[in-house]
């Protein structure tokens, strides 16, 4: 039962092109959700976040948008630059559960064209 | 450096053995995680801990796996008699307590591999 989905398990976009990617969500409990950047034998590093009672965040190049009623958030990376070549990862977590954990997509690659 | 340091960072083992893992944690962080990564897959839950107290186990933690936190700080992932499918990347993740949400900050994870 995959609770988080990311659909495009890759995506190329040309340098300076906006990247957007997608995640979709089935349990509407969730109520505060990441995108964590995934550079190969690294751990995830954090990027953004959004709580339920907001429909966009932005920090720098990075925007999160968050649409309730679909369960649907994407991540908007502009301009895209040659370093944020990646695995990206949303995650989801619900407040019910008590232990703040995060329930993890399965990841989209970017890879940015020079 | 301050961030979420695990040992060793790669594990060749024989399919039976022990192994066990060695996370710390950012200093003061209170919330510690273990996840499991396998090729293609997002990490998946496996464990939490709230200071030295192991609050939740994910289904996916089998009996011959095990955790602790002494005292509140490293935490030690223990695997027995390994199989290959416990072949993945473990990662640990920590974030402080705040009273609501934070981000977790990974380690760089250590990599199994059940021969």
């Known amino acids: 039962d995959q609770q988080v989905k990311q659909n495009s398990p890759s995506l190329s976009v040309q340098e300076g092109r906006i990247s957007i990617l997608n995640c979709d969500y089935t349990n509407s409990m969730f109520d505060y959700f990441l995108w964590y950047k995934k550079y190969p034998a690294e751990g995830p590093t954090f990027l953004i976040s959004i709580s339920s009672i907001k429909d966009k965040n932005e920090d720098g190049r990075f925007t999160v948008f968050l649409n309730k009623s679909a369960k649907h958030l994407s991540l908007h990376i502009v301009p895209s630059q040659p370093g944020d070549s990646a695995v990206y990862f949303c995650?989801?977590?619900?407040?019910?559960?008590?232990?703040?954990?995060?329930?993890f997509g399965t990841g989209t690659r970017l890879k940015v064209l020079a | 450096d301050t961030g979420v340091s695990q040992n060793p960072r790669h594990k060749i083992t024989k399919r039976g053995q022990n192994v066990t893992f060695r996370c710390d944690p950012i200093s003061e962080h209170n919330r510690l995680y273990w996840y499991r990564q396998t090729l293609g897959q997002g990490p998946e839950f496996l464990t939490y801990f709230q200071n030295e107290a192991q609050l939740e186990k994910s289904r996916l933690l089998s009996d011959r796996f095990s955790a602790e936190r002494p005292k509140g700080s490293f935490s030690t992932l223990e695997i027995q008699r390994t199989e290959q499918g416990d072949s993945a990347m473990y990662l640990c993740a920590s974030s402080p307590d705040r009273g609501g949400w934070t981000e977790a900050f990974f380690g760089q994870g250590t990599r199994l591999t059940v021969v």
């Open positions: 995650a989801a977590s619900a407040d019910a559960s008590g232990t703040y954990k995060y329930i």
